[in-house]
C-alpha cells in the first residue's frame, strides 16, 4: 500500500488524497484560511505551505539511493508547497510546521503579510471568538508587525443585500464567498473587485447579494469581513451555547445549531450532515428564530363571551375534558400536522384511539415551486413525511374543509389553517377550536381554547424529512418548567452556568409559559381517567419504534450515532437500514 | 445610457468565442472590443458584455476592474499616460506631467472640459531606454519628449491626427 511519512509518522493511504484534507482527517493541523472540503482549492491564501520532498529512487532498478550513512537519499521540492492542492503520492515526505523551522518562518510571515492591511478590530468585530485568522496568529503568527505605514482603507458596512453587510477592509481575499456563489448556489453573483491592496469581494455594480443561500458566505468566511444583517452586534460568540437541531421551516430538515443566550435564540447555523445538507443551509431556515423567541403563546388562554383571557393549566385541562366529554365523538376531529413532530402527532393519536374518536387527520403544507433541487423543497413543513408513515390520514384542503364543516369540536396542532386559508373564522362559527400552538396567529385568535406547546428548540422530538430520514431535536431554550441542570440532555452556555437571577443580564422573561403536547395529554388523559401516559420523546420513540414497522429499530441512541436514519418508504418490502 | 454591439461586433465577437472551448477566456478579448466601441466599459456596458457573452455580470465586472486598461468610466478621446516612474523621473518625468497639466489646465487623473485629453500619471511602461515618455490611449508611445515635442504632439492631437508607431534605437554598447 502506499505509504506518505507525515512529520516523521508513516501512515498508509488509499485513493486520491489532498494533502490538507489528509492531514486533517488524522486529527492533526495546518493552518489554513481559503480552503473548504466542499469547494475547489484555489490555494491563494498560502497559509498551508508544508515541507515536501520524494525519496530518490533508481528508474530502472527502481531502488532507493542512499546517502553514505545509508539513509534514503530524499529530493525536496524546490520550494513550499501549499498543502490544499497538492495530492498525497507514495513515498512522499512532508514536514509541516510541528517539525521545520522554516515551514514555522514561512507561516509567520505569511500571517504577517496578511495581517499588514487587516484593522484588528477584534474587540469589536461580530467574529472574534470564532475567528480562524484570531485563532491561527495567536498559534502561529508574529508577535507584532513591523509594518508602520497607515493602512489602507477599503469601504465598511457595505450591504451587499438584504442578509449579508461587507466590511471589506477585514476581508483577506480568500474568495471563499466568490467561490460559494459559483460552485454551490450557483448564482454568481459575488466576485472579486479591483487588484493588489485594495481588493474586496463585491456584486456586480446596481446588483444586490439576493441569493437564497446567501448567509452561508458569512458562515464561511474566514474573518469578519461578511456578516449577517440580523446577527450583526447581537452576542459575543462565547456567551452562547451552541445545541445541535434541525431546520424545521422546510421538508428538507437541515441540520443546525442553535445559538441561544439566556433562553432565546439568536443565530442559526448550518452543522455538517453528508447525507442531508453539507455544510449549507438556506437563508428562510435561519429566521426561524423568530418563531422560537416572538410571539410566543405563554400560558393557556380562553374565550371567555367572545374574548380570550389568560387561563390556568388545571382550568384548560379540565376544559379540554369536558368540551370532549359533551359531544357525540362523531362530531370531535383531531387534526394532526406535518409542522409538529412525529411524537407530538404519536401522542395524539394514541389520545383519539383511546377515547374512541374517528382517525386523526391531517393536511400537508406545500407551495410548488418553491423546492431548487438544492436545500428547498416544495414542502414548508418538517414532518410530512412522519404523519404518513404513522398513518395519520392524509386530506387535502377541499375534504378537510367538508371534515371540519360536519365537526363540532376540532382539535388542531401546531396549524394554522385560517393564517393558510384552509377555512375561514366563519367557517367556525358555532363550533368549539382547540388549539395548540407556539406562536400567536390568526387562527389562535379565533380559537376557544388555545394551549401554547413548546417548540422545536424546547423539548426532544423527531422529525421525517422528504427523503426519509428521521432525525431529532435537542432542547436549546427552557421552559417555565425546565431547568438546563437539570435535564442533562440540556447544555449550559458561560451566562447559564454563571448567570444568577440577580445579575441584570439574567432574566426569567425569556421562558415560556408552555408544555410539551404529550404532557398535556397524558394530564387530560389521567383526568379523565384514561391510561394514557408519556414521558419524555425519548421513551415515545421506543413505543413507536415498537409499534411502527417503519420506525422499526430507530431510537434516540441509533439518531445520534448516525446523525439521523434513513427509513424506508415502503415498509412491505424492506426494514429500514442503521446506517 | 444604453449601449448595443454593431453586427461587426457581433461577427467579431463569435470568431472570438470559436477561439476557445468555453467562453468565459473570450472576457478579455470582448471588454476590449467593448472598449474600443463605446471608448470605455463603464457598467453598463459590462453588463451588455456579459448579456452578449451569456456569463455573470459579477464574472464580467470582477475581470474588468482587475485591469487598469480597462476605463470602468468615461475619458477623454486620448489617454495620455505619462511615465514617472524611476527612470523617467529621472530624466523630468514630472516635468513634462507638470507641463501637460498647465498646458491642458486639468490635473492628473482629469479629462478635459473639451472631452479630447485624459492626463494620468502612470508607473514604469517598459520604455525606460527613451525616457522621459508617455503612451496615448494604451496604445502608442511617444519617446524622449521635451516640451516642444508635447507642443506637437497636443496640437497634432487636437487635430485629430495620431503620430505613428515611432521606431527607436538601442544605443550599441561600444566595445573596446
Known amino acids: 500500500m502506499p505509504q506518505v511519512i507525515i512529520d516523521g509518522q508513516t501512515y498508509e493511504f488509499e485513493g486520491k488524497h489532498k494533502l490538507l484534507q489528509f492531514i486533517q482527517d488524522l486529527g492533526k493541523e495546518v493552518p489554513f484560511f481559503c480552503y473548504h472540503p466542499s469547494m475547489t482549492a484555489p490555494a491563494n491564501c498560502r497559509q498551508c505551505m508544508v515541507k515536501v520532498g520524494q525519496f530518490v529512487k533508481d528508474r530502472e532498478s527502481g531502488e532507493y539511493e542512499l546517502d553514505d550513512n545509508g539513509e534514503k537519499v530524499i529530493r525536496w521540492f524546490p520550494k513550499l508547497q501549499t498543502s490544499c492542492n497538492i495530492d498525497v503520492a507514495d513515498d512522499m515526505i512532508v514536514h509541516t510546521q510541528e517539525t521545520d523551522a522554516l515551514v514555522r518562518r514561512a507561516q509567520k510571515d505569511n500571517l504577517e503579510l496578511i495581517l499588514i492591511n487587516h484593522p484588528l478590530d477584534c474587540p469589536i468585530c461580530d467574529q472574534a471568538g470564532e475567528c480562524p485568522l484570531q485563532i491561527q496568529t495567536y498559534k502561529y503568527g508574529p508577535e507584532g508587525s513591523r509594518f508602520e505605514v497607515k493602512k489602507v482603507h477599503k469601504p465598511k458596512r457595505v450591504v451587499l443585500g438584504p442578509r449579508v ?220 413525511t412522519g404523519c404518513r408513515l404513522l398513518g395519520l390520514k392524509e386530506l387535502d384542503q377541499k375534504d378537510l374543509g367538508f371534515r371540519v364543516k360536519k365537526a363540532s369540536l376540532i382539535v388542531l396542532v401546531n396549524d394554522h389553517f385560517i393564517d393558510r386559508e384552509i377555512f375561514s373564522a366563519s367557517d367556525l362559527d358555532g363550533k368549539y377550536l382547540v388549539s395548540f400552538a407556539t406562536n400567536h396567529s390568526k387562527t389562535t385568535k379565533f380559537a376557544d381554547l388555545v394551549i401554547p406547546i413548546t417548540t422545536a ?11 426519509g430520514r428521521i432525525q431529532r431535536t435537542i432542547p436549546a431554550k427552557e421552559t417555565k418548567y425546565s431547568n438546563r441542570r437539570l435535564n442533562l440532555e440540556m447544555s449550559e452556555g458561560r451566562l447559564d452556568r454563571y448567570g444568577t437571577n440577580f445579575d441584570n443580564w439574567v432574566t426569567e422573561d425569556n421562558k415560556i409559559d408552555c408544555i410539551p403536547l404529550w404532557n398535556f395529554i397524558t394530564e387530560a388523559a389521567n383526568a379523565s381517567g384514561l391510561d394514557l401516559s408519556f414521558e419524555d420523546g425519548r421513551s415515545m420513540m421506543n413505543e413507536i419504534s415498537d409499534k411502527f414497522k417503519p420506525f422499526e429499530n430507530v431510537s434516540y441512541e441509533a439518531m445520534d450515532a448516525h446523525a439521523g436514519i434513513q427509513l424506508s418508504l415502503n415498509p412491505k418490502t424492506e426494514s429500514p437500514k442503521v446506517k | 445610457m444604453t449601449y448595443e454591439f454593431t453586427t461587426e461586433d457581433l461577427k467579431e465577437i463569435e470568431k472570438i468565442k470559436s477561439r476557445y472551448p468555453e467562453v468565459k477566456p473570450a472576457t478579455l478579448p470582448v471588454l476590449w472590443i467593448a472598449q474600443k466601441r463605446f471608448g470605455h466599459v463603464d457598467p453598463d456596458v459590462q453588463k451588455l458584455v456579459a448579456a452578449t457573452l451569456e456569463l455573470p455580470e459579477a464574472h464580467v465586472h470582477g475581470v474588468a476592474s482587475f485591469y487598469t486598461q480597462y476605463y470602468k468610466e468615461k475619458k477623454g478621446k486620448y489617454v495620455l499616460d505619462v511615465c514617472t516612474c524611476l527612470s523617467c ?88
Open chain 1, 165 to 384: 453587510v461587507l466590511d471589506a477592509e477585514r476581508c483577506i481575499n480568500c474568495t471563499r464567498c466568490t467561490r460559494f456563489t459559483e460552485e454551490i448556489s450557483k448564482t454568481n453573483q459575488l466576485t472579486i473587485t479591483s487588484r493588489g491592496d485594495k481588493n474586496y469581494p463585491t456584486t456586480a455594480p446596481g446588483r444586490e447579494f439576493t441569493d437564497p443561500y446567501s448567509l452561508n458566505t458569512v458562515d464561511i468566511c474566514p474573518v469578519g469581513a461578511l456578516t449577517s444583517a440580523d446577527f450583526r452586534f447581537r452576542a459575543r460568540v462565547w456567551e452562547m451555547n451552541q445545541t445541535p437541531s434541525i431546520d424545521i421551516t422546510n421538508g428538507k430538515g437541515c441540520n443546525i445549531d442553535l445559538w441561544t443566550r439566556d433562553n432565546l435564540v439568536l443565530r442559526i447555523t448550518p452543522r455538517y450532515n453528508g447525507e442531508v445538507n453539507d455544510h449549507w443551509m438556506p437563508d428562510e431556515g435561519r429566521e426561524a428564530y423568530k418563531i422560537f423567541n416572538e410571539n410566543r403563546i405563554s400560558r393557556p388562554l380562553q374565550k371567555l363571551d367572545g374574548e380570550q383571557i389568560l387561563s390556568s393549566w388545571n382550568n384548560s385541562i379540565a376544559t379540554f375534558n369536558e368540551q370532549i366529554a359533551a359531544r357525540d365523538k362523531k362530531e370531535i376531529l383531531f387534526i394532526g400536522s406535518p409542522h409538529a413532530s412525529v411524537e407530538e402527532n404519536y401522542a395524539l393519536q394514541q389520545l383519539a384511539n383511546l377515547m374512541g374518536i374517528n382517525e386523526v387527520i391531517f393536511t400537508s403544507h406545500t407551495e410548488s415551486g418553491k423546492g431548487d433541487d438544492f436545500l428547498l423543497t416544495d414542502d414548508l413543513a418538517p414532518n410530512t
Open chain 1, 457 to 467: 428548540a424546547e423539548h426532544a422530538a423527531s422529525y421525517v424529512n422528504v427523503d
Open chain 2, 89 to 176: 523621473q529621472l530624466c523630468g518625468g514630472y516635468d513634462m506631467l507638470h507641463y501637460l497639466e498647465e498646458k491642458l489646465e486639468i490635473k492628473a487623473g482629469e479629462t478635459s472640459d473639451d472631452g479630447l485629453f485624459t492626463l494620468n500619471q502612470v508607473e514604469c511602461l517598459g520604455a525606460c531606454g527613451y525616457a522621459p515618455m508617455l503612451q496615448i490611449t494604451n496604445d502608442k508611445y511617444v519617446n524622449n519628449l521635451t516640451h516642444e515635442k508635447i507642443d506637437k504632439l497636443v496640437d497634432s492631437l487636437k487635430k485629430g491626427e495620431e503620430p505613428g508607431y515611432e521606431k527607436m534605437e538601442m544605443p550599441l554598447r561600444k566595445n573596446n
